[in-house]
Each structure stands twice: as C-alpha cells, then as structure tokens.
T-cell receptor
Framework: AQSVTQLGSHVSVSEGALVLLRCNYS??????LFWYVQYPNQGLQLLLKYTTGATLVKGINGFEAEFKKSETSFHLTKPSAHMSDAAEYFCAVSGSNTGKLIFGQGTTLQVKP | EPEVTQTPSHQVTQMGQEVILRCVPISNHLYFYWYRQILGQKVEFLVS????????KSEIFDDQFSVERPDGSNFTLKIRSTKLEDSAMYFC????????????FGDGTRLSIL
C-alpha cells in the first residue's frame, strides 16, 4: 500500500523567504512522485514530478524538489517566496499499474508581505 | 496547451436524485480518472478507466457510482441516488500512455446535495 504524509497543514513565510514544504511517502514499489498546486476555485496544476534519473527535479514557477530514497522524502522548496505562491500544495505518489495518485493532506502556503 | 474541461462547475441536487458529471479529457490521452475532495479533506481516488473499462476503483466507488465513455471525447461519472455525504468537489484527470506521465486535472465540479 502507498501513502503520503505532508508535515504541516499550514506554512507561513514572508515574501522573499525560503519555502520548504515537507512530504514523506510510503511505497512498496519504486514510486513516481508529484507535487501539485491548487489555487482557489481551480483544479490541480502539476508543479513537478520525479520518475527516474536525477533526484533533484525542477518545476514551474521556480520550485524544485529532491527525492531522497533513504529518507523516503520528496520535499518541495523555493528559494524566494512570491505573493503569487500562496495556494494549497499537494504531494502525491503513484506506483500501481493503473497510475492512480495517492495524495497527502495538503499544505496551505501563506505568503506575508 | 490542451486541458481537461469539466461541466458543470457547480451542481446542486436534491438527495436521492441522480447526477451526471461530465469531463472532456485531453484528446490523445488514454487513461482517465475521477477523484473527489470533501471540503477540508484530501483529494481521494475514486476510479481509473482504460480501454473502455474500469481498471481500478476505491472502496468509495460503490454500486451507486458508474463511469462511462459514451463517445470518443466525453468521460462521465454518474451517481445514481445521491446522499448528503456525496457533497464534494469532483475532479476528472487524464494522462498519456506511460506510467511516468503526469495526470492533468480539470477545474472540478462542486456537487452540493441538499
């Protein structure tokens, strides 16, 4: 069985500060890992994904994440937060034949001016 | 960029009534999914669909739920007799062939059961 845990349901940072959103996963098979962002009244937009290869992956809007197998983690970072980054962020894992996604609880990112 | 579209954006229905949520996946995608998000909770997998049949379903997807791809473009989720607890945001997603391909999501349908 697969599962995802996102530590911290709410994270608040100042504009220009480092963003760190934590995600730990559990998977019995090599996982595919994803981060999605959800803006109010919108669907889920893919930020980045890890499938195989380089463990540091870069995504849209300056975000990146590092896959650490030994720590079963896939934390999302951005060096400098922007007001427009305020949204809900979801980490997800996929590993079944059907490709279904298992989501974490989500983290609401607040960016203060 | 091609996108997944869902209609309606908001559906209000009386308990016990049937409801059909519609989705138009990205045209060259082969795998289709429905998820739901109850207010304040995480996004939950409902069902996956490939080659005109259900490939996997969750415990939530009981006999009251069904999916269909009636033509080459639409993908629908039907709830036969809605309950109050069916109130949620329902998301459709699709992806291309290849397990490493990401799923693309629609903007969702907010279903409110009265």
């Amino acid at each position: 069985a697969q599962s995802v845990t996102q530590l911290g349901s709410h994270v608040s940072v100042s504009e220009g500060a480092l963003v760190l959103l934590r995600c730990n996963y559990s998977s019995s098979v090599p996982p595919y890992l994803f981060w999605y962002v959800q803006y109010p009244n919108q669907g889920l937009q893919l930020l980045l994904k890890y499938t195989t290869g380089a463990t540091l992956v870069k995504g849209i809007n300056g975000f990146e994440a590092e896959f650490k197998k030994s720590e079963t983690s896939f934390h999302l970072t951005k060096p400098s937060a922007h007001m427009s980054d305020a949204a809900e962020y979801f980490c997800a894992v996929s590993g079944s034949n059907t490709g279904k996604l298992i989501f974490g609880q989500g983290t609401t990112l607040q960016v203060k001016p | 960029e091609p996108e997944v579209t869902q209609t309606p954006s908001h559906q209000v229905t009386q308990m016990g009534q049937e409801v059909i949520l519609r989705c138009v996946p990205i045209s060259n995608h082969l795998y289709f999914y429905w998820y739901r998000q109850i207010l304040g909770q995480k996004v939950e997998f409902l069902v996956s669909f490939y080659n005109n049949e259900i490939s996997e379903k969750s415990e939530i997807f009981d006999d009251q739920f069904s999916v269909e791809r009636p033509d080459g473009s639409n993908f629908t989720l039907k709830i036969r007799s809605t309950k109050l607890e069916d109130s949620a945001m329902y998301f459709c997603a699709s992806r291309a062939r290849g397990g490493n391909q990401p799923q693309h999501f629609g903007d969702g349908t907010r279903l409110s059961i009265l």
